[in-house]
């Protein structure tokens, strides 16, 4: 057998740090599951933080130099610090399965800026039917961060990171990772880059909460177990002046 066989859901919630490592080769993933598209919007405005398709694919953490197929399995995003403050966020995933069955189809995300867990998730879908494509909403109960802490995630670029496990019952089947970037607005614009992306999709249904129930398409996952500091003093300091404008930065 090999290690990541082994792994089970309460190993990777016990994890105190991010892993250097995949804990599981792609070949794990024997249900055939592919993901098509991944929507981030802020839950209270429904208006659109970022959008990721095989129309418009993400920024991918490529060495073509030195690639390897672990790279197809890194995304680096880039926000405005706005998204960090946000109450709540949703996010809506569709995703293919292939010829087998899927009966439980878990989702673990651990969130962390450099070693420390300032956030962590866990969404169950459920069942799966052979050959389906599904929809898979989940509202993120966004802890609130510590202004010192939120600031030095503005200022170190990528070093606040996040995995994400998936699971078919106790078995990983999927693992991914990816780093963000945080943007500082321009304090002097009356809206947020954000309110601009996407806009003939601001329209969104009403998500409706399901904790611990089974997960249908189009239904929405609470955030479980989150994990976050306090409230502080809001700093001042900026990343080497970097602004986030509407006028250049939003799709």
Do not use: C, M, N
């Given at each position: 057998m090999d290690r990541y066989e082994s792994l089970t859901p309460d190993d990777i919630l016990d994890l105190k740090?991010?892993?250097?490592?995949f804990l599981c080769p792609l070949s794990a993933n024997t249900y055939g599951i592919e993901?098509?598209?991944?929507?981030?919007q802020d839950y209270v405005s429904k208006k659109h933080i970022f959008e990721v398709s095989r129309d418009r694919p993400p920024q991918m953490d490529l060495d073509l130099a030195n690639f390897d197929e672990n790279s197809l399995r890194k995304i680096k995003y880039s926000f405005s610090e706005d998204v960090l403050r946000?109450?709540?966020?949703?996010?809506?995933?569709?995703?293919s399965v292939g010829e087998k069955q899927v009966p439980n189809f878990r989702m673990i995300e651990r969130h962390y800026f450099r070693n420390q867990l300032i956030k962590s998730y866990d969404f169950n879908f459920g069942f799966c039917i052979p050959g389906s494509t599904n929809t898979w909403g989940a509202v993120?109960?966004?802890p609130p961060l510590d202004e010192g802490l939120v600031q030095q995630m503005i200022d170190n670029p990528h070093e606040t990171t996040s995995d994400s496990f998936y699971f078919v019952g106790d078995k990983l089947i999927m693992h991914n990772k990816a780093s963000y970037k945080y943007i500082l607005e321009d304090r002097a614009q009356e809206k947020r880059?954000?309110?601009y992306l996407n806009p003939d999709k601001m329209s969104a249904k009403d998500a409706k909460g399901a904790k611990g129930s089974k997960f249908q398409p189009?239904?929405?996952?609470?955030?479980?177990?989150?994990k976050g500091?306090?409230?502080?003093?809001?700093?001042?300091?900026?990343l080497d002046d970097e602004v986030w404008s509407k006028e250049s930065?939003?799709?």
């Open positions: 740090g991010p892993t250097q490592e993901f098509l598209s991944f929507i981030i946000l109450p709540s966020i949703k996010t809506e995933l569709i995703f993120y109960d966004v880059s954000y309110d189009d239904d929405v996952a609470e955030e479980k177990g989150a500091e306090g409230g502080g003093s809001k700093a001042a300091s900026k930065d939003y799709y």
